[in-house]
């Protein structure tokens, strides 16, 4: 059993394999991220890390899993954004963010796409905008359940374009996307990590991407403020976290690896390709990532309840 300051445990520590608990469907972005800095981590760590994706109710179950694990180190989380809008979405959920992990670091922040079917009607951002206002009940939007990225972002799209939408859950952007490829869905918000290939071999449509500046990956798309919905801007910060009971010592392991593979090579032409960046070293720090999370809660808090949009 973890838990108590054991120096020679920590001295050892990995002994075993270690485990990324992925929120979300294998081959989608979160699961990208975890598994392109999986590796330069298990090396610097001279251990073995194995990848699992526990999906389910929009990241929400594999945190809760997460947060009763053993705290030996062996069991570590990654999330996203969604660590910081579940507490505003559940009411009834089975951790604290705050309380019940340490932050280990982050990792990197991902712009998101606003994307449809390519035979979707509208063909620009304005077309799109007069295009919702007529046919918003019969329209699709795709997300990753109530606490993804994709469902926050989608809610934004609704609120700036004054619409409500038909929104279809997934359990990650990675089937979702395969539907939207597949012209099964209209549209959907979601993270360059994902959207970038299909949108360069045009297999869907992109309308703007939600940061300040435009993705270099994408030059010809227009940010969402350079389309007219300025109140659209969201980056979807990525960290990994263990149980709180974790020992120190294996904390700062882990931490010094997850800092170390920001700056694998491979790591960084990665997300460069995928229109994302890991964050600097200073950016990435277990400290720098709980006030992150900290600020992230304080600022998702007011704009989730004011949109009603809690689960059950
Ligand atoms: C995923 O990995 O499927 C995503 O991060 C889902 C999302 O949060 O939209």
């Not at 979702?176 to 949108?199: F, K, R, S």
């Not at 297999?203 to 659209?232: F, M, N, S, W």
């Not at 294996?250 to 960046?277: C, F, M, P, Y």
Request: include cysteine; hydrophobic fraction near 40%.
């Amino acid at each position: 059993g973890g838990g108590e300051e054991d120096p020679a445990a920590a001295e050892a520590f990995p002994e075993d394999d270690i485990t990324f608990v992925v929120p979300f469907s294998a081959g989608g972005p979160t699961d990208t991220v975890t598994r392109l800095v999986a590796e330069p981590i298990a090396e610097e760590l001279g251990g073995t890390v194995v990848v699992q994706n526990v999906e389910g109710a929009g990241g929400t179950i594999a945190a809760g899993e997460v947060a009763a694990a053993n705290p030996d180190g062996y069991t570590v989380l990654m999330h996203h954004i969604g660590m910081s809008t579940a507490p505003s979405l559940y009411p009834d959920l089975p951790y604290a963010p705050l309380e019940d992990f340490e932050p280990l670091g982050l990792v990197t922040q991902v712009p998101m796409t606003i994307v449809a079917r390519n035979d979707f009607e509208p063909q620009t951002m304005e077309e799109l905008v007069e295009y919702v206002e007529q046919n918003a009940a019969d329209i699709t939007l795709a997300n990753a359940g109530i606490g993804a990225a994709s469902h926050l972002c989608g809610l934004l799209l609704q609120e700036a374009l004054g619409v409500e939408l038909t929104e279809v859950p997934y359990e990650g952007t990675g089937p979702a996307l395969q539907d939207l490829v597949a012209g099964e869905v209209d549209l959907m918000c979601d993270q360059t990590t994902n959207t970038t290939g299909q949108i360069q071999g045009g297999q869907i449509k992109a309308y703007a991407v939600t940061t300040p500046e435009r993705v270099e990956t994408l030059p010809d798309l227009p940010t969402t403020e350079e389309a007219g919905l300025e109140e659209l801007q969201v980056g979807v910060w990525h960290g990994f976290y263990v149980p709180t009971g974790t020992p120190e010592g294996i904390r700062e392991k882990l931490s010094a690896a997850i800092l170390a593979s920001l700056e694998d090579e491979n790591v960084v032409s990665q997300l460069g390709e995928l229109g994302a960046a890991p964050f600097s070293q200073e950016e990435a720090t277990p400290e720098a990532h709980r006030q992150l999370l900290e600020d992230q809660i304080e600022l998702w808090q007011p704009i989730i309840e004011e949109a009603g949009v809690a689960a059950d």
